[in-house]
């Protein structure tokens, strides 16, 4: 049974940083990609970025270019995603993700087959 457990989530002010974690079980995932998406009220779920787990390349939205990266450490199946420059916009519940790999559709939604539970990022102004 595949788990991801999301933490690190909580309250920020605009400007500051955060990094939230998951953590993976129930599988090896060396074929698969980990992803992070975000869903802010009212709005449809949207791709943040996303870490192959075998070669660690790494993809991002344009919304967080530069401002949000994506590691992993192997040995702890944890991936994670520092957020710097944080923006009230940037507010939402953050979903951790799993799926096999694609260079093509890292930023679909559908690809990706195991969901976390989500942690809720707030962003004050």
């Known amino acids: 049974q595949v788990q991801l457990v999301e933490s690190g989530g909580g309250l920020a002010q605009a400007g500051g940083s955060l990094t939230l974690s998951c953590t993976a079980s129930?599988?090896?995932?060396?074929?698969?990609?980990l992803g992070w998406f975000r869903q802010a009220p009212g709005k449809e779920r949207e791709f943040v970025g996303a870490?192959?787990?075998?070669?660690?390349?790494?993809y991002y939205a344009d919304s967080v270019k530069g401002r949000f990266f994506i590691s992993r450490d192997n040995a702890k199946n944890t991936v994670f995603l520092q957020m710097h420059r944080l923006k009230s916009e940037d507010t939402a519940v953050y979903y951790c993700?799993?799926?096999?790999?694609?260079?093509?559709?890292?930023?679909?939604?559908?690809?990706?087959?195991?969901w976390g539970q989500g942690t809720q990022v707030t962003v004050s102004s």
């Open positions: 993700a799993a799926g096999i790999y694609s260079s093509s559709y890292y930023d679909s939604r559908r690809q990706y087959d195991y």
């Open positions: 129930g599988r090896t995932f060396g074929r698969y990609t």
């Open positions: 870490i192959s787990w075998n070669t660690a390349n790494t």
